[in-house]
């Protein structure tokens, strides 16, 4: 018997169907063994000798593995054609030795793709296992150990919030830090734009002003409004007509395959997918046989591949949109060792697969392969130049049309944001225009001017990053591996470093004072270029180039000593350097040139940066006596805005006690009279007209209302602000609220109704609040599906089970076909229910419970 060993049971079931009777297929369920979490687990001292440990949860399936191995006279090794496969390889290698189980014969066979053919071939080509790679999934393995090890518990001692540190993930957060940055020391500059509307034959067209009394005309050259009505009036006053028209031939060649990076990006971009929910759809479309390995930075299809796609092509399309010779793309990998084939479908005569997210993936997959074969589309562009008769003034038009639309008939590339201050950039001269059909028009024709426009604008920052925008910057300064970014990026949003908003990156408090740090103490690694270089050396490792040991012993050797030092250091000490580091960004200059430290409170003290329990914040250098506070990432107060301290909105109507609105550490609030008596609540986001007046406060500080006494149970409803809204309250039961106006407007009829609405929709096993979303009925079981918001975070429930929404899925991107999956895998991993309890067992004295390491994602980064 041979036994054969993959990473799902997926593939594992796919797989046995290919292979004759002799085979045996098992999976490892990925990873079997990690570095635990613990100090020591890399020992920088013996050769950085690393402890591995399996994972407590793999003990059953290592033991039918290592029964199987016992039995088999050849053992093949067939998990992912990559590092990280390489490494599993590896893992289980070496186990089954430590067991005494491994046969004397071990193979490793690799296939980019589940299919008959390649898993046959593959298996006629074995070979030995990649020393190279293994070394270098040990590098970093140990790289991260080291650095996430040694730097972490330096950021929980020193710098309180702080949840952790990586090699990759630390530098990943500095880019969006930085951009957070540049946005908010952007200052807007005005220009403006001088257009005139065209006519010639009936057809109109615009012409943009590219000279003005002889100058050319850049972006920015009018950025006044006086220059810009002088420049209108002398359009208005001249009489244009057409110097030159130029006509050039423009042909577009089609995007290769996707890679890794290519396929996260275009996701996010066309289907607005994170890109762990990118690799884990393209997972399961590669184990169940559908697109080749999902792992990849090549970017050429195999020549069986190229003729099929081109087969494919001429049964769809006339003879003019397939080229006379197929495309031939060249990898930009480093590594040719990781270079495999482009992502692609197995099979092109499938153009739809599965349903949901999955078919959605597949399609974008399939087009951008078939499309790669395709023939250039061939556009023509034209360009205007029209002259006034002193010769001082011009004006330009520019057009576009598609001649041909070769592979653009099929897919056209998804676009990311540019800067729109980009100098290039032209207003009134982007896509737009270049799209727009001009009249025929020949040199010495004079069309008619109908009218004359000059637009005020002004420049904008740079965009946030989306996740596509930040996995092109990161495969461009050669940070990470387009193979970790998945992981990397949802490490940040797991470690609260970073928010998503609209599908952008934004930096939280804690994710910039880390960076600070980081800049300010251990700046070397978090630089991109140290970073960059890094990797090239992981990647030489794996090439053969470089010894894995003599890698690490160059980083840990300043490393270390420079983590020590810090360490050292007093907390306060640290607290005042980031207080100096960062006084740009907390205390900018004010207009009016006064102190920007001065506290607004007292008046006489000076605000600092000061380290707390749940965190940094500002304070006043006179507590106890002042206690002036406000959040640590709030430049000057609110939004940027001057901070000016407590506000006294008034006096309440009843206790003649002064309201005043503060801000504080967790944001604002309002607050009446002092100490333990004093009576708090903090502001809602949906205030009428969005300000807090003295009426909105006193009804604020009346809080929880009383709605009435229900008419069948006599108990109180109550109306009040909570956790996650307004909300209503009778006998344990809650119903949601629609905005904070409604807390004090609901009468007793609506509140019983909504109660009673909640209940209804509540179900067995869910809660009674209101859905934050139906998402319709599942698909299989015709139960209704609703996107709930419970203690825990949001979860999906069906009324009878309910699955809680993982972090890797945004709630408001959540489809109906992603809840009925969660929901199905939820119900299967439930035990099943018992009737009568079997009697007990005489337990066995217990032994300690053994630390399980927790497990950690492939190249955790």
């Given amino acids: 018997m041979q036994l054969v060993i993959v990473e799902s049971p997926a593939k594992a079931k796919t797989i046995e169907k290919y292979l004759g009777g002799d085979f045996h297929v098992l999976a490892s369920y990925g990873h079997i063994r990690d570095l635990p979490a613990k100090d020591g687990s890399v020992d920088p001292d013996n050769g950085f000798a690393m402890s591995w440990e399996n994972y407590g949860d793999k003990g059953k399936q290592l033991k039918a593995i290592a029964d199987e191995a016992k039995k088999a006279s050849r053992l093949i090794l067939a998990t992912d054609p990559d590092r990280e496969g390489e490494a599993i390889s590896w893992h289980v290698q070496e186990v089954l030795r430590a067991k005494k189980a491994l ?11 589940i299919t008959k053919q390649a898993v046959t071939e593959a298996m006629a080509q074995p070979r030995a296992l990649d020393e190279d790679l293994i070394d270098a999934y040990r590098a970093r393995r140990a790289l991260d150990y080291l650095v996430g090890f040694t730097l972490s518990p330096v950021l929980w001692r020193k710098l309180p919030g702080a949840k952790s540190a990586g090699r990759v993930q630390s530098v990943a957060l500095r880019l969006v830090v930085d951009r957070e940055r540049e946005i908010e020391s952007f200052v807007p500059q005005e220009y403006w734009s001088v257009a005139a509307e065209m006519e010639q034959g009936g057809q109109g067209f615009t012409a943009r002003l590219v000279r003005w009394r002889g100058e050319k005309i850049e972006r920015l050259t009018i950025g006044r409004e006086g220059d810009a009505m002088a420049a209108k009036a002398d359009v208005e006053a001249g009489r244009f007509t057409v110097e030159k028209v130029e006509t050039k031939p423009v042909s577009r060649n089609p995007p290769p395959p996707f890679t890794t990076s290519t396929l996260q990006q275009e996701a996010a971009r066309k289907l607005g997918f994170s890109a762990s ?68 479908p197995t099979e092109f005569s499938r153009d739809k697969v599965g349903s949901g997210d999955h078919a959605r993936l597949y399609d974008l997959i399939f087009k951008r392969a078939l499309a790669s074969q395709m023939a250039s589309a061939r556009l023509e562009r034209t360009v205007i130049d029209l002259v006034d008769g002193t010769g001082q003034h011009g004006l330009r038009a520019t057009g576009q049309v598609v001649i041909f639309p070769g592979f653009l008939a099929l897919y056209e590339e998804g676009r990311d944001d540019v800067n729109p201050n980009d100098p290039g950039k ?20 004079a069309p008619a001017k109908k009218k004359v426009t000059a637009e005020q604008h002004f420049t904008q920052p740079p965009p946030r990053y989306s996740e596509a925008s930040l996995v092109k910057k990161l495969e461009e300064l050669g940070i990470g591996r387009p193979s970790t970014y998945a ?26 004072l880390v960076t600070a740090f980081l800049e300010r103490f251990f700046e070397r690694y978090v630089s991109y270029d140290f970073t960059a270089g890094l990797e090239e050396e992981l990647d030489d490792i794996s090439g053969g180039r470089a010894q894995w040991q003599a890698v690490l012993e160059a980083f840990w050797r300043d490393f270390k000593p420079k983590t020590a030092e810090v360490m050292e250091q007093k907390p306060s000490d640290i607290t005042a350097e980031l207080d100096k580091f960062l006084e740009p960004m907390l205390f900018p200059p004010r207009a009016d040139g006064s102190n920007p430290r001065a506290c607004p409170m007292c008046g006489d003290g000076q605000l600092s940066l000061r380290g707390g329990r749940f965190g940094a914040f500002i304070a006043c250098s006179n507590y106890p006596e002042c206690k002036y506070t406000r959040k640590f990432g709030q430049p000057g107060g609110k ?9 006294v909105l008034g006096q309440h109507p009843e206790t003649g006690q002064d309201i005043v609105k503060k801000s504080g550490r967790f944001g604002p609030y309002i607050e009446m009279g002092e100490g333990k008596e004093a009576k708090r609540g903090s502001i809602p986001r949906d205030l009428p007209d969005g300000e807090l007046t003295l ?23 109550v109306a009040n602000i909570g956790r996650f809204g307004p909300y209503l309250l009778h006998d344990g039961k809650y119903g949601r609220l629609s905005s904070t106006a409604e807390i004090f407007e609901v009468g007793m ?5 909504k109660l009673a609405d909640a209940a209804n929709r509540g179900g067995r096993g869910s809660s009674s609040r209101e859905p934050l979303k139906v998402l319709g009925k599942h698909p299989r079981t015709e139960a209704e599906i609703r996107l709930m918001a419970g203690r825990y975070g949001p979860y999906v429930t069906d009324g009878t089970t309910n699955a809680t929404l993982p972090k890797t899925i945004e709630q408001d991107a959540l489809t109906l076909e992603e809840a009925a999956q969660l929901i199905d895998a939820r119900a299967a991993a439930a035990p099943a229910k018992k009737g009568k309890k079997a009697p007990a067992k005489k337990a066995a004295a217990k032994k300690p419970a053994r630390k399980v390491p927790a497990r950690k994602k492939a190249a955790a980064e």
């Fill in 695 to 717: 009426d909105w406060a006193v009804k604020l500080l009346s809080l929880p209302r009383e709605v009435g006494l229900h008419p069948e149970t006599g108990k109180p409803i």
């Fill in 277 to 344: 929910h990118t690799m884990r759809i393209a997972q399961q479309l590669y184990e169940d046989g559908a697109i080749t390995y999902m792992r990849t930075d090549g970017v050429q299809m195999d020549g069986s591949a190229v003729s099929a796609a081109r087969k494919a092509i001429a049964e769809r399309y006339d003879g003019g949109y397939l080229p006379e010779k197929p495309r031939q793309y060249q990898t930009k990998a480093k590594n040719a060792q990781e270079a495999h084939e482009a992502i692609r």
């Fill in 103 to 113: 046969p004397q014969k071990v193979d490793r066979v690799t296939f980019n793709a």
């Fill in 426 to 445: 032209h207003a009134g001269s982007g896509e737009d225009d270049d799209s727009k059909l001009l009249p025929r028009l020949g040199a010495g024709d």
């Fill in 639 to 647: 939004d940027g805005a001057e901070d000016t301290g407590p506000e």
């Fill in 749 to 753: 009829n609506s509140a019983v109704a």
């Fill in 487 to 512: 992981s990397t990026l949802q490490v940040l949003k797991d470690r609260d470093y970073v928010r998503i908003e609209k599908n952008r990156f934004f930096a939280e408090e804690s994710g910039r």
